[in-house]
């Protein structure tokens, strides 16, 4: 099997959290194989049945990069599990395929598997540093000493064992709230708000999605006067007549 991890840029505050990112990044990856899940801080995808629907593995790891990295993606990773992808990811090695994935995985800090971090400070008294040195270890004191999920995280990400994965599934309806990126004292720049909305609509009609209602709604965070003197509700008002035309324009272009 062919597997992607996909860890996203932490968020900048609170209005930005990154569980909501993973869920936009997790329904962006299912155009590529219904395999999307999500663990830790990471999005994962298995596209061994996909590869060659989209031009080969150069060619999809090429457009994953780039599209990703619009979505804040800052680190990508493949290799032939989800757990090794992970661990490969937050070491900063995007492929982990070239190598024998043992002596990739041997080398990684030990804290780059999640369910060695609890036990990273006991591990080094006895002088683990690498996955490989964890590895190393009696199966049979490690068992004893420490909980059983270091030695099955162990087995999964070296190939040992199976995983187990709670796949992602798009709901039947859904709504998202986009601001401006700026402020608006012109109704033609609204139509720059539509960009991401047409985007998001024509990509749901790729993953089988029926288009029948587009809701466009805009409201102002302030009041008062603009820096043009005109007050920003006459704007609104104004702009709306622009907003639904470009809305019925993108609409009819989805259903066609």
Sequence with gaps: MWWSALLLSSPDGPASPIDAAQQALAVWA??????????????????????????????????????????????????????????????????????????????????TLSAVRPHR????????????????????????????????ALDQAYGRAPEVHQWVLLSECFAQRLELMS????????????????????????????????????GARFSGESKTGANVWDYLRRGWKYVVAVVKLAALRIRG
């Excluded at 990508?76 to 900063?92: C, E, M, Q, T």
């Excluded at 539509?194 to 089988?208: K, N, S």
Aim: proline content about 5%.
């Design 30 to 111: 299912l155009q590529f194989t219904p395999r999307v899940a999500i663990a830790d801080e990471a999005v994962f995808m298995e596209v061994e049945a996909s590869v060659r629907l989209f031009g080969g593995q150069r060619a999809l790891r090429e457009r994953v990069r780039a599209e990703g990295r619009e979505l804040g993606v800052n680190q990508i990773a493949w290799a032939p599990n989800s757990l090794a992808a992970l661990a490969l990811a937050r070491a900063g090695i995007e492929n982990g395929v070239r190598q024998p994935l043992d002596a990739l995985l041997d080398t990684l800090p030990m804290e």
């Design 183 to 218: 402020r608006v004292e012109q109704a033609p720049a609204l139509l720059l708000g539509l960009a991401i909305p047409t985007d998001l609509l024509a990509r749901a009609q790729q993953l089988g999605y029926r288009v029948e209602e587009v809701p466009y709604a805009c």
């Design 121 to 152: 400070l006991t591990l080094a008294h006895v002088g683990c540093r690498t996955l490989g040195d964890v590895r190393r270890l009696p199966r049979g004191g490690t068992a004893r000493r420490f909980d059983k999920r270091l030695l099955a």
